[in-house]
């Protein structure tokens, strides 16, 4: 008798650890667009309690058999090498630790989404979500922005992809996405300033052509993208102010190179508007004053007087900060190309190479992962990552289709970002990428065989 009540006990016990820890992986869905602080401690919660439970105990030959943990594991390896030759003090090379150790959230929550309804759930969960920051950012239910707005172009851009492929996957509710489809594209392109949302918008496009008719659908995609990008420049005084001025910067950024500037530490003065009092800045060197304008709520009038300003050096530009930052970090890259400076070296090191940064404010990354990788890990890290993502890309064919095309979606749209911001380091785009791979990977498993 009491052996058997022992027994439903641990029984009880294992179911409840078991929805715990979806819960934390819903929880940390859910705060994605909201709070990045909230996110990490929930998940770091479900890790741990994933770790010490029975059910992934039982079920790691079934994680361990995939190709996809082998690669996390090598590159979470190369990780953990990186600390111990690190150029960063202990606080950054602990802090850029954990921050990449997000990889790991494939290992530990993989055999608990094995089951379809709870990804199901999960995934609306997130579409829910990211609908809700939405509304809060256009109604301004808020002063401060929920996340930093790359990263939220970057979630509010995977998930209008989701809800493309559900338009024409769900038969039964495709009214609802086709509606979802429209508001989260509009808001993308009409209301959103961050050009990140375009490049999301754009390449989701493209993979989803690309699905349907592979190159053929590539070319008849990039026609009428090109229609709807000419459509959006003529009627949208936002897009096109953003378009031309991605133009410019880039043109200003080859001009003034070409006429042999030299970057130096001293290149992101503070811009001070001449209609203004001297003592009035109109912005740092965060994207040129141009974001923190809008933030002002100073409206499209001032980011054209801004445009318009000539004297804004060209390093205060989002684009010309990106190129210098890579520019510059290329420099202490060639130093130690294949190791790297370490895991968590680059605030360190590039700031003691006297690499330009964003006022007073210590650059984090180069606002490019793949630079950022190299620039830790060297040449082996960067391959490591780029395998992992080939690795991903190769399994989604092995899924059902509505979740290998999301995947692919995903890794687009990831891959991209990469160019532009520190996709997998950075909150939430980093935790997004992997608790969404784990998600639709483990549709591969055959359910009954192992719930």
Excluded at 20 to 26: G, M, Y
């Amino acid at each position: 008798m009491e052996q058997t009540i022992a027994l439903a006990q641990s029984g009880i016990w294992r179911q409840v650890n078991k929805n715990l820890v979806r819960l934390s992986f819903l929880i940390g869905i859910i705060l994605l667009p909201f709070s990045t602080h909230l996110m990490g401690q929930v998940l770091v919660a479900g890790v741990m309690l994933a770790f010490i439970s029975r059910e992934w105990r039982q079920k790691w030959p079934v994680t361990s058999a995939q190709r996809t943990t082998f690669w996390v594991v090598i590159f979470f390896g190369m990780i953990f090498l990186g600390v111990f030759y690190s150029g960063g003090t202990f606080k950054s090379t602990l802090n850029g630790f954990f921050r990449c150790s997000k990889v790991l959230y494939f290992i530990a929550f993989f055999p608990f989404m094995i089951q379809k309804s709870v990804r199901d759930f999960i995934l609306n969960a997130f579409i829910v979500s990211v609908l809700v920051s939405i509304v809060v950012i256009v109604g301004k239910f808020v002063d401060e922005p929920l996340v930093n707005a790359i990263d939220s172009s970057f979630l509010v851009g995977v998930c209008n992809f989701f809800v493309l492929r559900k338009f024409f996957d769900n038969n039964q509710w495709r009214w609802m996405y086709g509606i979802l489809f429209i508001v989260i594209s509009s808001y993308l392109l009409l209301y959103n300033i961050e050009r990140t949302g375009y490049v999301m918008f754009f390449g989701g496009l493209a993979t989803f052509f690309w699905q349907c008719y592979r190159w053929k659908g590539m070319v008849a995609g990039a026609l009428l993208m090109s229609s709807l990008i000419g459509g959006l420049y003529a009627f949208s005084p936002t897009f096109q102010l953003r378009i031309n001025l991605a133009a410019q910067e880039a043109q200003r950024y080859i001009t003034n190179e070409h006429k042999g500037s030299v970057i130096a530490a001293r290149w992101a003065p503070a811009v001070v508007a001449e209609t203004q009092d001297e003592h009035q800045v109109l912005g740092h060197a965060v994207i040129g004053s141009l974001f923190e304008s809008y933030q002002a709520k100073q409206g499209l009038l001032d980011l054209r007087k801004w445009f318009l300003f000539p004297h804004a050096d060209i390093k205060d530009s989002s684009i010309g900060l990106r190129l210098g930052f890579v520019q510059y970090s290329w420099r202490e890259i060639k130093k130690h190309p294949w190791i790297g400076n370490g895991t968590g070296s680059f605030i360190d090191v590039y700031r003691a190479g006297g690499g330009p940064g964003l006022g007073e404010f210590l650059l984090p990354h180069p606002h490019n992962e793949y630079i950022s990788v190299w620039f830790q890990l060297g040449l082996v890290g960067l391959a490591l990552f780029l395998i992992l993502q080939w690795v991903i890309w190769f399994e989604s064919f092995k899924l059902p289709k509505p979740e290998q095309y999301m995947l692919q979606g995903l890794l687009v749209c990831f891959a991209l970002l990469g160019f532009c911001n520190a996709s997998l380091t950075v909150n939430p785009s980093g935790n997004l990428f992997i608790l969404m791979t784990t998600l639709f990977l483990a549709s591969k498993i055959q359910e009954r065989k192992y719930l």
